[in-house]
């Protein structure tokens, strides 16, 4: 399968496009997808979604995926790299919106944008977006950034409060409060213990671990060692840190704890992951 390469930290075109010049293929970077014209399918993980005008796709790199153009299409593309993530114009709120995108996003085909309210903002973005890109005014490489970066957050609202992937239907807005404070502070151990957990919201330590198993149907301790598996195959697959740097950031004790945690749930050390996966 074609695997398309991104060479600079980001990259913004637009196409009008008869048919798709690519089957179905996967990134090694993160791609917005936006539809200013046409009639077409998205193919996604082996599922299919009628897109029209106004719909906006996020692509990650776990993903394969086509366009079935029906009637001539007009994209707006959006694609960044790792590289582009931890810039100084992103920002370190902006990280963890990606990462929480990327532990969150359900992969599925469709709009990203269930907000009704939000379409009209990204069309507007995206209208600003498309002259500061062909008009290459002054100051126009920091609007650039300031609108992706705006649409990546709007993007993650929209995940945040209508694609949660661990959650069920029953759940209340309680669960995504604790999801959210644990994404916040998974770079700090002490911050995301039981009994710190239980404190800062005000419930039993008991209740907790009962209830969050109810809404998300995983312990909490599981989930914040998924989601930290998460964060390293992400920086093994997308970034150039070393192990320990890793191990460092997700506050692990040294690399051979990462290692070993590493090695009991997916059957390899991080190194050799990376090496599988390049």
Not at 101 to 112: D, F, S, V, W
Not at 214 to 226: A, G, L, P, R, V
């Amino acid at each position: 399968m074609k695997k398309e390469n991104l060479h600079q930290p980001f990259e913004i075109s637009v196409k009008e496009l008869e048919e798709s010049p690519l089957k179905e293929h996967e990134h090694t970077f993160f791609e917005l997808v936006y539809i200013l014209s046409g009639v077409g399918l998205q193919c996604i993980n082996n599922s299919k979604f009628n897109y029209h005008e106004g719909h906006m796709f996020l692509i990650t790199p776990q993903d394969c995926h086509s366009f079935d153009i029906h009637t001539t299409t007009k994209f707006l593309f959006i694609r960044f790299n790792d590289i582009y993530i931890h810039s100084d114009f992103f920002g370190a709120t902006n990280i963890k919106n990606l990462e929480f995108i990327l532990q969150h996003a359900n992969h599925q085909p469709g709009c990203i944008l269930k907000n009704i309210a939000d379409k009209s903002l990204v069309k507007a973005i995206i209208e600003a977006l498309i002259r500061e890109h062909v008009n290459r005014d002054l100051y126009n490489k920091e609007l650039i950034h300031q609108l992706i970066n705006t649409l990546i957050v709007i993007v993650t609202r929209n995940i945040a409060k209508y694609l949660p992937e661990k959650i069920d239907e029953r759940s209340e807005e309680k669960t995504l409060d604790i999801l959210q404070y644990i994404q916040n502070n998974i770079y700090n151990p002490n911050m995301i213990k039981a009994d710190v957990i239980s404190q800062h919201f005000g419930i039993s330590q008991n209740y907790l671990g009962r209830y969050f198993k109810k809404h998300t149907n995983e312990t909490m301790q599981q989930y914040i060692i998924n989601y930290k598996l998460k964060l390293i195959e992400n920086r093994l697959l997308h970034s150039e840190m070393r192990i320990n740097e890793i191990a460092t950031e997700l506050g692990f004790t040294d690399e051979s704890h990462l290692n070993k945690l590493f090695k009991k749930y997916k059957g390899i050390i991080p190194s050799e992951f990376r090496k599988m996966n390049l």
